[in-house]
């Protein structure tokens, strides 16, 4: 500031200057010849030259101010010039010393430039949570209120995870480990469920221990969020859930209709069935949780909700329509479809099962079989094309739950108690110990990879074509859960025989699960799913 003020000074002068100029006035006077209009007229003739001369003189004085003033303008212009390029370099300086010396800013930004900094880079933050903006101290109730609700508009939708890990979109909530859990296990009581089956009843119908409840999956590096029935039915309010698919599927649904019945008992519900179509309604909410009976997906001759269990398995591979009509309005769809597969071949038509047989030379139907996989292959490309010109992409969401898997032979996870007989799940009561705690789990042909690559490979495909259809893995959780079928405590249908009696894991059923169980877990996934 010391090199800038002599210039401080000389800027006023320069001011006082220009006003002065402004004011003077100056003649330059060549020669004293009179004006034409004295030339004729009487009177004195070297009067007006007197007048003029008097004048130049005054003139004269006038071009010595012109000259100072001329002088001093220059001097403006240098002077001005050099103050800038001085202002420059100094605020250059002051600058470059603040950002060396690393000092924070005294003053809080300004609340609408926190809120603006925050919606940009909202774009990239992940479920850690959004970059930290400091508040002012003085700032309005009425201003913070606005800033937050434009900060959460500008926030991707993730789930907030329990534990301050990550969420939903980042975290593979797939690969994790069992651990047990009393304190925090069941998230119900199976005789509290009023809508519970009669299949999956476990505790009704004899099994003692209950260890298979209290089993919690952790997934690894993030928390599942705590499962809260009153903000999924919010967020199901005047819309409809639907799981479409086989008996697994029904597992799961009832699982889901436990959840929400057990955790809102004050609500008014009902249960309405329909042929192959069961919806579970929430008046308050105008909410429906339905199941329809589809285990192919597409129209086969095992769609009667009840007789279903026919030999000889046809499917109309290319005709979905029939079951389509039911559940292509839904705002929420879950499918599964696998085990119906796992046969070496499954017949396809081609035609309606009600056009005769073709004879020769005619053409009213044709009937091949088929290799389960690509007869497999087949429906969901038919599946595919259905959701990718009949289903609402802006509205409804889509979800695929992978494989259920069963354990059928006891010598997949290398159990010799059965003196090397096969003997299922019979009397299991603990999980599959994983790899690096001694366990010696072998996948074997219940799971086959082949169909889970068939369903990832049409997701892929709808994905590329605007159809968002997100997989629900529970193949590698529950592949360890030998524990949790309902075995031979369930209802049984049929009387038992003299020979099921001497040997009961003949009659075990080791494919679906009990409940309060592992389906619980699958819906707590796609719980986080749906309300992220």
Partial sequence: MQAVLPYLIVLPACVLAKTIGRRQMAVKVVGCAPPRKYRNAGGDPEE?????????????????????????????????????????????????????????????????????????????????GPPTVSTPPAAPASALTNRSSEVTAAEPPTVAAAGGGRGVDECDMSSGRWVYDEEAYPLYKESACRFMSENLACGKYGRTDLRYQHWRWQPHGCDLPRFDAAKLLEKLRGKRLAFVGDSLNRNQWVSMVCLIDTATPGLHKTLDSTGSLVSFNVHEYNASVDFYWSPLLVESNSDHPVHHRVAD?????????????????????????????????????????????????????????????????????????????????????????????????????????????????YNETEPIAAAEEGGRYQRGNTSDPAFARAVEEQARRLGARGVAVRLVKVTGMSERRKDAHPSVHRRQWDPITDAQGRDPSSYADCIHWCLPGVPDVWNHLLYAHIVS
């Fill in 313 to 425: 398995r046809t499917v109309r591979a290319a005709s979905i329509v029939k079951h389509a009509r039911h559940w292509t309005n839904a705002d929420v769809l879950v499918f599964n479809s696998y085990l119906w597969w796992r046969r070496p071949s499954i017949k396809v038509r081609w035609g309606s099962f009600e056009t005769p047989a073709a004879k020769e030379n005619e053409h009213y139907g044709v009937t091949k079989a088929v290799d389960g996989l690509r007869a497999f292959e087949l429906a969901l490309t038919t599946w595919a094309d259905w959701l990718e010109f009949h289903v609402d992409r802006a509205r409804t969401r889509l979800f695929f739950v992978t494989m259920s898997p069963t354990h059928l032979p006891s010598d997949e996870w290398g159990d010799d108690a059965g003196g090397g007989a096969s003997h299922g799940c």
């Fill in 48 to 128: 007006p030259c007197r007048q003029l001369q008097a004048e130049s003189r005054k003139s004269t004085r006038a071009w010595a101010v012109v000259t100072v003033r001329i002088s001093v303008r220059s001097l403006c212009f240098r002077s001005s010039l050099l103050l800038v390029v001085v202002l420059f370099v100094v605020t250059g300086i002051s600058v470059t010393s603040k950002d060396s010396a690393g000092e924070p800013p005294s003053v809080p930004p300004h609340p609408a430039a926190a809120i603006s900094a925050t919606t940009t880079r909202s774009s990239g933050f992940t479920a850690a």
